[in-house]
């Protein structure tokens, strides 16, 4: 079995899986986020053409595949063609998190993640964030982990108390916050020491992909690189690690 088939049947226990064609309209019409959906290739009645309309409406991630592998994918064996992937929690809004800062009277604290793919890191990244009171955590659409049961349980319940929204394109997403006032930082081993930069005032951290770090674009956007010291003989940290030394080197000059 390929790697990618394998996680996804591995990751079946950490979402809702909806199966069938009513099913997966209604969840639609419910207002239910759907994160992928499976749709057997080749497949163009009507009510395949509805779902694939929704989906394309709400951004949904589209995968038409051969029939095997949707049995593959199956859990009832009555999926009629069509397999949804919805998500454990339903998302935020990025205006959400600026309501939260208002509220508390703070300047925004956004960590964007660029493409984080294990479950466990997002979990403990939104449990960091919420510990070190950031107003949200921002993930892309694709290639990226979304809010499952695994996440869920990693955050150790602070997916209840942290908006996560899900943006298009992450590089995006920077340019429009700028516009609002925010400065960015992202983490990566050739930039200037943390100690060093001035990481106060309205600010996103970003972290990135635990194999190959932020993307090339999205660190073009960012204002600041900032290196965490290392001072062993491997030369990474795991993603969520980096993000609670970041985090908190702002959280340090923020209470200073």
Not at 48 to 70: G, P
Not at 89 to 118: K, Q, V, W
Not at 121 to 146: C, D, E, Q, S
Not at 151 to 169: H, Q
Request: glycine share 10%; aromatic share 6%; net charge neutral.
């Amino acid at each position: 079995m390929q790697e990618k088939e394998k996680n996804e049947v591995e990751n079946k226990e950490n979402t809702l899986i909806i199966e069938g064609r009513n099913a997966v309209l209604e969840a639609f019409r419910s207002g239910k986020t759907i994160d992928k959906i499976f749709i057997l290739d080749g497949c163009q009645d009507g009510p395949v053409r509805t779902i694939v309309r929704e989906a394309k409406k709400h951004d949904t991630i589209l995968n038409f595949v051969a029939k095997e592998r949707l049995s593959q994918l199956s859990e009832t064996g009555k999926h009629q063609g069509v397999i949804a992937y919805s998500a454990a929690y339903d998302y935020s809004d990025i205006e959400d998190m600026f309501r939260l800062a208002e509220e508390r009277g703070e300047a925004p604290f956004l960590i964007l993640l660029d493409n984080i793919e294990d479950p466990h890191n997002l979990g403990a990244i939104i449990r960091t964030a919420n510990l070190a009171g950031a107003h949200g955590v921002i993930i892309p659409k694709r290639r990226a982990v979304g809010l499952t049961a695994t996440v869920a349980k990693t955050s150790a319940g602070a997916l209840n108390y942290t908006p996560v929204a899900k943006v298009t394109n992450i590089a995006k997403t920077i340019e429009g916050l700028k516009e609002r006032g925010v400065w960015f930082v992202c983490a990566d081993m050739g930039g200037e020491s943390m100690y060093r930069l001035n990481l106060t005032g309205p600010i996103g951290m970003v972290i990135g992909n635990e194999g190959e770090g932020v993307g090339r674009l999205v660190k073009e956007k960012c204002d600041f690189i900032a290196s965490i010291p290392m001072k062993g003989e491997i030369d990474s940290l795991n993603a969520s690690v980096a993000a609670g030394v970041l985090a908190y080197e702002i959280v340090r000059q923020r209470m200073k």
